[in-house]
């Protein structure tokens, strides 16, 4: 079973009631655990202030508790101080890189995981400086 990393947008996507059809059969396949599924803690910090516009502040904690559970999405932790470094020298070489995106895709290619995302300006700038890399983009729906 492959392993994919998912970012603010996919999750935002899977609470969503109608995705883009490209975005419905990822979170089908995520669903059926065709995915080892995860993502990282900064994600989580991002999707907590996005839902913060939209939702009850008590509700936010819950809501994605419940999401990670029911998605089976585990959550990675990263604590290494060479992430952060690599990190700050991606951010450099691509500077439209969120410090988000650029932690996201440097522990995608420390752990062999694809990145699933919906930034589409993070897909050009890393695709531009690394053509082969393993980044899928779909079309971000709110």
Not at 44 to 50: D, F, G, K, T, Y
Not at 51 to 78: G, P
Not at 112 to 133: L, Q, R
């Amino acid at each position: 079973m492959s392993e994919i990393l998912i970012d603010t947008g996919i999750i935002l996507n899977l609470l969503t009631k109608n995705p883009p059809q490209k975005l419905k059969t990822l979170i089908k396949n995520i669903q059926d655990q065709r995915y080892k599924t995860a993502t990282i803690q900064p994600i989580i910090l991002e999707v907590s202030r996005w839902l913060i516009k939209s939702k009850k502040k008590l509700d936010i904690q819950e809501i994605i508790f419940s999401l990670l559970k029911s998605y089976n999405i585990e959550v990675y932790a990263i604590t290494e101080l060479s992430y952060f470094i690599s990190a700050g020298i991606l951010m450099h070489q691509i500077p439209q890189l969120s410090t988000v995106d650029a932690l996201l895709y440097i522990y995608g290619k420390e752990i062999g995981a694809s990145i699933h995302t919906t930034d589409k300006s993070m897909v050009e700038g890393i695709k531009e400086k690394f053509p082969k890399s393993k980044i899928q983009y779909y079309k971000y729906s709110k």
